[in-house]
Nanobody, 122 residues
């Protein structure tokens, strides 16, 4: 089982980034997917999640209106489109998978990617 996150980088405030998470080793279409982030010295926090079918999505208040989660089950890939980035979005972003439903608690997730670093300069 592997989740490979990519797409992070150094950007300026107001810029956009799209993160990708490619899954392998399990039936991707049976799993809800989520993105969490962890800034230096802070706890891991929920960003967004999407159900196995893509029919429902959930967002942290900090992400609403700026971030969009999506998935392509044919490509075994989940995406996080981040627009209007702010310095406070700076963190390592992790994708995670759990069976069927998506939740906001990182404790519920079975599989984790290695993280991709997003740095937003002011």
């Amino acid at each position: 089982v592997q989740l490979q996150a990519s797409g992070g980088g150094l950007v300026q405030a107001g810029d956009s980034l799209r993160l990708s998470c490619v899954a392998s080793g399990f039936t991707f279409s049976n799993y809800g997917m989520a993105w969490f982030r962890q800034a230096t010295g802070k706890e891991r926090e929920f960003v967004t999640a999407i159900t196995w079918s893509g029919g429902s999505t959930y967002y942290a208040d900090s992400a609403k209106g700026r971030f969009t989660i999506s998935r392509d089950n044919a490509r075994n890939t989940a995406y996080l489109q981040m627009n209007s980035l702010k310095p406070e979005d700076t963190a390592a972003y992790y994708c995670a998978a759990k069976t069927l439903l998506a939740t906001r608690s990182w404790l519920d997730y079975h599989y984790w990617g290695q993280g991709t670093l997003v740095t937003v300069s002011s």
